[in-house]
């Protein structure tokens, strides 16, 4: 039995170690010593797997050194793609693993890639430094695939064993190969199909796709609110006929949907075209930060609320609710508008490590253990403004009745409330 070696234990890397390491012998390994270390002691930073989910796998290993990948054969690399400060790919993370892999890289061995990128990375870009560094000949001496990853953070509903996955290989019996492989650990099936590049393109498209449809929803909201329509009973409504697509409007962030489309705009200017509608649903979801700021300031001036010195309670900075995710999270956009009109902002969030908040956006994260609770309900009164940024399941043990009030501003850009106790909401 071949053993594998996941690279890159994050969000994507570990549930793969986990399942694998179930059944086969399994190395999972990450550069971060401090990573690897903490899930030997049964630790993980990113709360999605508990210590006893870590200590129970029978074949797996942890590791940072290149010398304990020797022995396997079929490598899966799962390192970021971010975009960088000028939202363009930045593909450093799968480069530089190409690069280590290419070092060890042997007769027969097969690498199958499962960061996101666009069409042609893997063959185009990842292909020729594995021959380069390894001397090897491609589908000759060693072989690839592409797997694209479908971990969705915080949802315990749609986990890696119940999600079909998509299958690419390099050759028709190496696509073979790996599907057997991940039929091991995906009960939900696998779909195989043609080439690598196609598998490339299917992961792009489901992003994107997401992504124009919420910045559709987002400019329908913009919209509906200068005719003074309320966007959730335009939608409520608007879910009775059978083939409407329940999409919400909101803020766009995370690791996905919020970077993806920069990859898929990145190849299509390089082939002369200009993806209009794609481009335009990123500045319309990148701008709703500065637009529900915008909405909530104006409600603020109706209830001649001094903007300058206003004390602001933001509820949320995680990308979404219920998950510690705070990658490119965009509620930091409504808290930098904020400050630039001189508010005083205050985050609360239950879910978010408050070290790596602050090493990412440098705000201090605030304790709800700070707040009186009476009844158990947390009081927020000594607020002008409250917005909800993100519907985390612990904000419903706020009392949000103290600032239901003509002096204060409620803001709600999730819906979780009543609409008739909030000021304002998409």
Same mark, same amino acid.
């Given at each position: 039995?071949?053993t594998?070696?996941v690279i890159?234990?994050?969000?994507? #890397?570990?549930?793969l170690?986990?399942?694998?390491?179930?059944?086969r012998?399994?190395?999972?390994f990450?550069?971060?010593k !401090? %990573?690897i270390?903490? =899930?030997? =002691?049964?630790?993980?930073?990113?709360?999605?797997?508990?210590?006893?989910?870590?200590?129970c796998?029978?074949?797996?290993?942890?590791?940072?050194?290149?010398?304990?990948?020797?022995?396997?054969q @079929?490598?899966?690399?799962?390192?970021?793609?971010?975009?960088?400060?000028?939202?363009?790919?930045?593909?450093?993370?799968?480069?530089?693993?190409?690069?280590?892999i290419?070092?060890?890289?042997?007769?027969d061995?097969?690498?199958?890639?499962?960061?996101?990128?666009?069409? #042609?990375?893997?063959?185009?870009?990842?292909?020729?430094?594995?021959?380069?560094?390894?001397?090897?000949?491609?589908?000759e001496?060693?072989?690839?695939?592409?797997?694209?990853? %479908? @971990?969705?953070?915080?949802?315990?509903?749609?986990?890696?064993?119940?999600?079909?996955?998509?299958?690419?290989?390099?050759?028709?019996?190496?696509?073979?190969?790996?599907?057997?492989?991940?039929?091991?650990?995906?009960?939900?099936? *696998?779909?195989?199909?043609?080439?690598i590049?196609?598998?490339?393109?299917?992961?792009?498209?489901?992003?994107?796709q997401?992504?124009?449809?919420?910045?559709?929803?987002?400019e329908?909201? %913009?919209?509906?609110?200068?005719?003074?329509?309320?966007?959730?009973?335009?939608?409520?409504?608007?879910? *009775?006929?059978?083939?409407?697509?329940?999409?919400?409007?909101?803020?766009?962030? #995370?690791?996905?949907?919020?970077?993806?489309s920069y990859?898929?705009?990145?190849?299509?200017?390089?082939?002369?075209?200009?993806?209009e509608?794609?481009?335009?649903? %990123?500045?319309?979801?990148?701008s709703?930060?500065?637009? @529900?700021?915008e909405?909530?300031i104006?409600?603020?001036?109706?209830?001649?609320?001094?903007?300058?010195?206003?004390k602001?309670?933001?509820?949320? @900075?995680?990308?979404?609710?219920?998950?510690?995710?705070?990658r490119?999270?965009?509620?930091?956009d409504?808290?930098n508008?904020?400050?630039?009109?001189g508010?005083?902002? !205050?985050?609360?969030?239950?879910?978010? !490590?408050?070290?790596?908040?602050?090493?990412?956006?440098?705000?201090t994260?605030?304790?709800?253990?700070?707040?009186?609770?009476?009844?158990?309900?947390?009081?927020i009164?000594n607020?002008d403004?409250?917005?909800?940024?993100?519907?985390?399941q612990?904000?419903?043990?706020?009392?949000?009745?103290?600032?239901?009030?003509?002096?204060?501003?409620?803001?709600?850009?999730?819906?979780i409330?009543p609409?008739?106790?909030v000021? #304002?909401?998409?």
């Open positions: 039995m071949k594998v070696a890159g234990l994050g969000y994507v #890397g570990l549930p170690s986990i399942e694998f390491g179930k059944y012998p399994t190395i999972g990450d550069i971060n !401090d %990573r270390n903490e =899930l030997k =002691l049964g630790h993980d930073s990113t709360n999605e797997f508990s210590s006893e989910n870590l200590k796998v029978e074949f797996l290993q942890y590791s940072y050194s290149l010398d304990d990948l020797l022995s396997a @079929i490598f899966i690399v799962a390192v970021p793609t971010p975009v960088n400060a000028q939202s363009q790919p930045d593909l450093s993370n799968l480069l530089k693993s190409s690069e280590m290419g070092k060890i890289l042997k007769q061995d097969i690498v199958i890639y499962e960061s996101t990128v666009y069409p #042609g990375v893997t063959e185009d870009e990842c292909v020729p430094i594995l021959e380069r560094i390894s001397g090897l000949k491609y589908n001496n060693f072989f690839c695939g592409y797997s694209p990853e %479908r @971990i969705n953070p915080g949802d315990q509903n749609h986990q890696l064993s119940n999600v079909c996955k998509i299958i690419s290989g390099s050759t028709p019996a190496i696509s073979q190969e790996i599907n057997e492989l991940y039929q091991e650990i995906i009960p939900a099936g *696998t779909y195989v199909v043609p080439s590049r196609v598998a490339e393109a299917a992961k792009m498209l489901e992003n994107v997401r992504d124009v449809n919420i910045a559709f929803m987002n329908i909201a %913009r919209i509906f609110r200068l005719m003074n329509l309320d966007t959730r009973e335009v939608l409520k409504a608007a879910r *009775t006929k059978w083939n409407f697509i329940p999409y919400e409007p909101g803020l766009v962030g #995370g690791h996905c949907i919020g970077i993806d990859y898929l705009i990145h190849k299509a200017c390089q082939l002369k075209y200009y993806p509608i794609i481009l335009s649903a %990123r500045r319309m979801n990148d709703m930060g500065c637009f @529900i700021v909405q909530v104006k409600l603020m001036i109706r209830k001649n609320i001094q903007i300058n010195g206003a602001i309670l933001i509820l949320g @900075i995680t990308f979404k609710e219920n998950c510690h995710d705070i490119n999270s965009k509620v930091i409504i808290i508008k904020l400050i630039e009109f508010c005083l902002v !205050d985050v609360v969030d239950p879910w978010a !490590d408050s070290e790596k908040v602050y090493n990412e956006y440098k705000i994260l605030k304790s709800a253990n700070e707040f009186q609770m009476i009844d158990k309900k947390i009081i009164e607020y403004t409250v917005i909800i940024a993100v519907a985390h612990e904000f419903s043990l706020y009392d949000f009745s103290s600032i239901s009030t003509a002096n204060k501003v409620l803001y709600d850009v999730k819906g409330l609409k008739d106790i000021d #304002g909401r998409l």
